[in-house]
């Protein structure tokens, strides 16, 4: 292990995750499963073997820039609805930050990695539903395309796949967020990582956006902008930034070239651009520093570091 690949701010925030990286490293993890303790106090059942859990194995987290972006844009007793959740990993950030008098609204159409994300939440014992559904532009069913390499990714199965690139499809329930009638109230923050079907999420989300009821939406997006999905959001008075960062922290950046400057493709889209830039304009990693303060008052927190299932 390179002494340089440990100058990053998951290590130097955090410096117990070093111990941690060395451990998984020094030694042949043989099963498909390891419990990590994540840096704000909930555990995650991972598969090191697989490109997500083998980074929170690691490093403690996963995609640092986003997971602070949640952190910061909700407060607690929030709702926050988490579209595309995999395992949990964003859903514990989310659970974590809106706490006991918050809510959670999980969503993976996945039928294995749901038992997952499942597993996890039960752990939490924290407001968190998950829904075994697709989230799109209209009700029914559809085919979730699962991609070749789907055993090293497992975040990478959708709905907008062409069916060449697929070595297996999977026929899922769908479902729109306006027909989501027990989510009521304004959504804080809204988490979208659907794999290119961004813009049919969206498109089923339309009275609510008209409405106003959502507030912060965290999204991926691999087109170059401005893209549907981006075209939507703006049309319906949303203002749109390109979550980026330094050492020091994140920070919010015009979304135009964005693959010109080989950033990772993530967006937020606010009705509130001047909450946002104050909630990113303090330098640090709030996730991994203000979060332990907390973390002996969890329900359900784990107490070792790493546990090896």
Same mark, same amino acid.
């Given at each position: 292990m390179r002494f340089l690949s440990l100058f990053k701010p998951e290590y130097i925030y955090q410096p117990r995750q070093v111990l941690r990286r060395i451990r998984l490293t020094s030694r042949r993890i043989a099963e498909d499963e390891c419990v990590?303790?994540? $840096?704000?106090? +909930?555990?995650?059942?991972?598969?090191?073997h697989e490109l997500i859990g083998n980074c929170v194995a690691r490093l403690g987290v996963y995609d640092l820039t986003v997971s602070e972006a949640l952190w910061r844009l909700l407060d607690p007793g929030d709702t926050a609805v988490d579209i595309g959740s995999n395992i949990g990993y964003t859903a514990s950030i989310l659970a974590r930050r809106s706490g006991p008098n918050g809510r959670v609204y999980c969503f993976e159409p996945h039928p294995d990695i749901f038992r997952r994300l499942e597993r996890n939440i039960s752990q939490w014992r924290l407001p968190v539903i998950a829904r075994n559904v697709a989230v799109s532009s209209e009700e029914g069913t =559809?085919?979730?395309?699962?991609?070749?390499? %789907?055993?090293?990714? @497992?975040?990478?199965?959708?709905? &907008?796949? &062409?069916?060449?690139?697929?070595? @297996?499809?999977?026929?899922?329930?769908?479902?729109?967020?306006?027909?989501?009638?027990?989510?009521?109230?304004?959504?804080?923050?809204l988490k979208v990582d659907v794999e290119g079907h961004e813009p049919a999420v969206f498109r089923g989300a339309m009275q609510r956006l008209a409405r106003g009821e959502i507030r912060d939406i965290v999204f991926e997006d691999h087109g170059v902008y401005p893209t549907p999905a981006m075209k +939507?959001?703006?049309? @319906?008075?949303?203002?749109?930034?390109?979550?980026?960062?330094? %050492?020091?922290? $994140? %920070?919010? =950046?015009t979304p135009e070239g964005a693959k010109d400057?080989?950033? $990772?493709?993530?967006?937020?889209?606010?009705?509130? $651009?001047?909450?946002?830039?104050?909630? %990113?304009?303090?330098?640090?990693?709030? +996730? +991994?520093?203000?979060?332990?303060?907390?973390? @002996?008052?969890?329900?359900?927190?784990?107490?070792?570091?790493?546990?090896? =299932?």
């Open positions: 990590v303790d994540l $840096p704000w106090g +909930l555990s995650l059942v991972v598969n090191p =559809a085919e979730l395309r699962v991609p070749r390499y %789907f055993p090293g990714n @497992q975040g990478t199965a959708s709905l &907008a796949m &062409a069916p060449s690139g697929a070595a @297996q499809g999977i026929t899922v329930q769908c479902a729109t967020l306006d027909a989501m009638a027990d989510i009521k109230g304004p959504i804080s923050v +939507l959001l703006t049309a @319906q008075g949303y203002r749109l930034y390109l979550l980026r960062h330094r %050492f020091r922290g $994140p %920070f919010l =950046a400057r080989g950033d $990772p493709p993530n967006y937020l889209a606010t009705r509130d $651009p001047q909450r946002a830039e104050r909630r %990113f304009a303090q330098s640090g990693w709030q +996730l +991994l520093t203000r979060s332990r303060t907390q973390s @002996q008052s969890i329900p359900g927190k784990a107490g070792n570091s790493e546990r090896h =299932a």
